[in-house]
């Protein structure tokens, strides 16, 4: 990538990350092109530079947070540890991620209801290769002998449902840090898969 490149992609995050924070607070609709240009201290037209419409930005805030979680991923499974490690380690960084990436996540949690067509289906798709992953590790670990035979796809729905709940309740002001809660997390759902576990 080119520095010029680098610059443009750069500029596109913070645009990006500007108009989730907005869209946060006032929602999708009452949230305008000229807020967001405003946050940033940019003109309207060169918001409109990086993206042709307010719908886009919003699509490419939803692509680009689903495609570092899916980097995130891969570059765990690429380590060499044992598989359990691995999984908890996708795990507690899924809920980091998640929260530190809140708004965001708040915003995209149903697609159905933001995108359709093309859009739609790429977002789907992104998240159907996040899946994926998990469900690679789950089977891996039964074939290796480590987790229970289960039925992997209801485990990791399971899973990444538990996960992915914890944008509803957890706060910054509890007892416990983002990174405390997401290791203890970590630990309780790997009980449903470990063998010899005294409870799920």
Avoid: C
């Amino acid at each position: 990538m080119s520095l010029r490149e680098r610059k443009a992609a750069k500029k596109k995050k913070e645009i990006i990350q500007s108009a989730v924070s907005i869209i946060g607070e006032r929602g999708f609709h009452a949230t305008t092109m000229e807020e967001i240009a405003s946050k940033l201290l940019m003109t309207k037209g060169s918001v409109y530079y990086y993206f042709k419409d307010k719908q886009d930005l919003l699509y490419q805030s939803q692509k680009m947070l689903l495609e570092q979680s899916i980097h995130n991923i891969e570059t765990i499974i690429e380590e060499k540890s044992e598989l359990q490690e691995k999984l908890h380690k996708v795990l507690t960084l899924h809920v980091e991620y998640l929260l530190k990436e809140r708004t965001g996540f708040e915003i995209g949690a149903k697609p159905e209801q933001l995108f359709s067509g093309d859009p739609l289906k790429e977002i789907l798709s992104l998240r159907d290769q996040y899946s994926r992953y998990i469900d690679q590790l789950i089977l891996k670990g039964i074939e290796a002998g480590v987790f229970q035979n289960v039925n992997v796809k209801i485990v990791r729905n399971l899973i990444l449902g538990a996960l992915n709940s914890v944008i509803e309740w957890y706060s910054f002001e509890g007892q416990k840090s983002k990174t405390e809660i997401a290791d203890l997390i970590s630990d309780y759902l790997l009980r449903i898969l470990k063998k010899g576990s005294s409870q799920p």
